[in-house]
């Protein structure tokens, strides 16, 4: 957990350098620059394809819905659990208790799933992926959806 949170403060303190030192910034933007064109394709994120596949093969995936009751009632992906991203941080007992178990964080379209990834990495869990286009995505490609 350190590790990772060490490593997005590291880049958060470059990029504040960067502000403070107008003349380092070129070369700080290039190494900004390299840091993110070198993370692969799918960093942090999961296709609903991908997703789909592991829940037929029967793959343990905790599937977390952090959307509102009302939008997870009016369609989710089967057997997630719905925990609104603003209760996130005071029910992560609701969570596998292995922090290396498969999670993939869905939304409506991408971005509360993104920001519940990076809290949950930062909180330790080590296998956490954003639903690529979230629900809206989803159910355009014609995954199964519970109401």
């Not at 596998?96 to 330790?124: E, F, H, N, Q, W």
Request: aromatic share 6%.
């Amino acid at each position: 957990m350190l590790r990772r949170a060490s490593g997005f403060l590291g880049v958060l303190f470059l990029v504040l350098a960067a502000l403070a030192v107008p003349a380092a910034a070129a070369d700080l933007q290039a190494d900004i620059h390299t840091f993110l064109s070198s993370l692969p394709a799918d960093f942090d994120t999961v296709a609903g394809k991908t997703l789909a596949a592991k829940q037929q093969s029967g793959e343990n995936v905790f599937v977390l819905d952090v959307r509102e009751p009302d939008e997870f009632k009016a369609g989710h992906i089967e057997g997630a659990a719905n925990i609104p991203i603003r209760t996130l941080a005071r029910s992560l007992d609701k969570l596998p208790a292995d922090k290396s178990t498969p999670i993939a964080v869905v939304c409506k379209s991408g971005i509360r799933a993104a920001y519940s990834t990076m809290t949950l990495k930062l909180l330790g869990y080590t296998n956490v992926k954003d639903v690529v286009g979230g629900m809206l995505a989803w159910e355009k490609d014609g995954y199964p959806v519970v109401k």
